[in-house]
């Protein structure tokens, strides 16, 4: 007659393994839970990314001489907007370089702004350069507009940092960058643009 197996002791897992199982689920299920109310909040809130544009820009006033000099004044409009219905957002660190032809005018910089849900805020620059010696290219392409196309070209371009919060989510940070080719008539008149900054 065969004799029954004999059983050895069991082995009982560690309490420290059981620890760590437990510890990594709580881990996972708080992670789960957190993607779900994100998720929701972005389906529920449906943030839209804030954004900065050339509302407007008109050449008020060039003066140029034979010896290549050049001095302007500009006015240009700016406008911040927030499309988010239930988010305020922050501007700052708003810098943006004015140039003609390759040539640096002025720096257009803003102080740390609020904009309000679903609302706008518009920044009017007036620049007024100092006399400006143009190498003998840029000398060209200036007594061209002058005679000829009577539309002189500058750039704008810079950059923003926005900052805003979405509900129970947290706060959320982009950063703006904005290039942009104003040609503006030498007759003064409103140039609307259609420039606008893109999110990084």
């Known amino acids: 007659m065969p004799k029954p197996p004999v059983l050895g002791r069991q082995r009982r897992t560690n309490p420290f393994v059981w620890c760590f199982a437990i510890l990594c689920s709580l881990i996972a299920t708080t992670v789960i839970i957190a993607g779900i109310v994100v998720f929701s909040g972005y389906l529920v809130i ?13 050449l008020d006033r060039v003066l140029y001489n034979q010896a290549g000099v050049l001095a302007v004044k500009l006015t ?30 002025a720096q257009l910089v803003a102080n740390p702004f609020d904009v309000g849900k679903n609302k706008t805020v518009e920044l009017n620059y007036v620049i007024e350069s100092s006399p400006i010696p143009l190498p003998p290219e840029e000398q060209y392409l200036t007594q061209q507009a002058l005679s000829r196309t009577k539309l002189m070209l500058f750039n704008l371009k810079g950059s923003s940092r926005t900052m805003w919060r979405v509900g129970p989510l947290g706060s959320v940070k ?21 420039c606008s900054t893109k999110s990084q």
């Open 46 to 58: 449906r943030p839209k990314m804030p954004t900065l544009s050339v509302r407007a820009a008109r």
């Open 76 to 105: 240009i409009v700016i406008r911040a907007e927030n499309h988010n219905l239930k988010a305020h957002a922050s501007f700052y660190n708003t810098k943006l370089l004015l140039g003609y032809q390759g040539v640096r005018i």
């Open 174 to 194: 982009f950063s703006l960058n904005m290039y942009c080719n104003l040609k503006l008539p030498i007759n003064g008149s409103v140039v609307n643009s259609h």
